[in-house]
C-alpha cells in the first residue's frame, strides 16, 4: 500500500487501501467523543483523491486541478512534523505536542484538556481520559508516553483512509491516513510514516501534503 503526490494534481492511492468516510460524534454537552463510520467505498486496487478541494466527485479526483491550474506545491519537510514539540511532563504520562499539525478535531478539549489531565495523570480517571483524547487525534499532533514502561502509546489502526467529516460544525475535515501507509512525494521522496497522518484535501494547506487546519471556515 502506498499514497503517491503527483505534482499539482491528486493523491495516487495504490495496494488497495480500504476507503471510507467518518463523523465526528459528540457527546450531551457538545464535545467531541468517538467516530462513526457512514460510508464504506468499494475496496479499488488503484484510486486517485483530490487534493485541490474542487473536483466535483470529492473525495475522488475529476480532473478540475488541471482546469484550475492547482498548485500542490509541497512545502512540509521529509518529517510530517516539526522536530521541537511541546513536551508536558506529568506524574505518569509525557505528553509531546506538534502544534502545527492540528487540524481542529477538537477531542483534547474534554474534561479541561489533555494538557491538564497529563499534568494530573496520576489520578486513573484523569490518564484514562488523556490516553483516549490522544488516541482519537487523527493527525498524531498529540502523542503520549509512558513514563513508567517508556512506551509510546498509539491505537491500533486499521491500515485505512478515513475521509473526515464534521457535519455539527459544518467542517470538512481531511484525510485520514491511518496505519503507517507510505506516503511520498511527488518526486519520490518518502515522508516520515507515522500510525497517523492527515492529509489535506482543501487545497489551503501552508503544509502540504499535510494538514494545517487551514480547512476551517470552508
Ligand atoms: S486534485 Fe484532481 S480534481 Fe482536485
Known amino acids: 500500500m502506498k499514497i503517491q503526490v503527483s505534482k499539482n494534481g491528486p493523491y495516487i492511492v495504490t495496494g488497495g487501501v480500504p476507503l471510507m468516510v ?4 459528540h457527546d450531551d454537552e457538545g464535545n467531541c467523543h468517538g467516530w462513526q463510520k457512514v460510508r464504506e467505498y468499494p475496496l479499488q486496487e488503484r484510486y486517485a483523491l483530490c487534493r485541490c478541494g ?3 466527485d470529492r473525495p475522488f479526483c475529476d480532473g478540475t486541478h488541471a482546469a484550475i491550474r492547482f498548485d500542490g506545491t509541497e512545502t512540509a519537510g521529509d518529517e510530517p512534523y516539526l522536530l521541537d514539540p511541546a513536551v508536558i511532563r506529568g506524574p505518569e504520562l509525557e505528553l509531546t505536542d506538534y502544534k502545527e499539525l492540528c487540524v481542529h478535531a477538537r477531542f483534547c478539549l474534554r474534561a479541561g484538556g489533555i494538557w491538564n489531565l497529563t499534568q494530573r495523570s496520576d489520578i486513573p480517571d484523569a490518564r484514562k481520559t488523556a490516553i ?37 460544525r459544518g467542517e470538512h475535515g481531511p484525510l485520514w491516513v491511518r496505519g ?4 511520498l512525494s511527488a518526486d519520490g521522496r ?3 510514516a507515522r500510525n497517523r497522518v492527515t ?20
Do not use: Q, W
Request: with cysteine; proline share 8%; glycine share 8%.
Open 22 to 25: 467518518m463523523e465526528i460524534s
Open 54 to 56: 474542487r473536483s466535483k
Open 132 to 168: 483516549d483524547e490522544a488516541c482519537n487525534c487523527p493527525s498524531g499532533r498529540l502523542v503520549l508516553r509512558d513514563h513508567r514502561t517508556g512506551e509510546t502509546i498509539e491505537p491500533v489502526l486499521e491500515r485505512s483512509i478515513v475521509v473526515i467529516e464534521n457535519p455539527a
Open 180 to 183: 503507517g501507509i507510505p506516503v
Open 190 to 192: 518518502p515522508y516520515t
Open 199 to 218: 492529509l489535506c484535501r482543501c487545497g489551503r494547506s501552508s503544509n502540504k501534503p499535510f494538514c494545517d487546519g487551514s480547512h476551517i471556515g470552508d
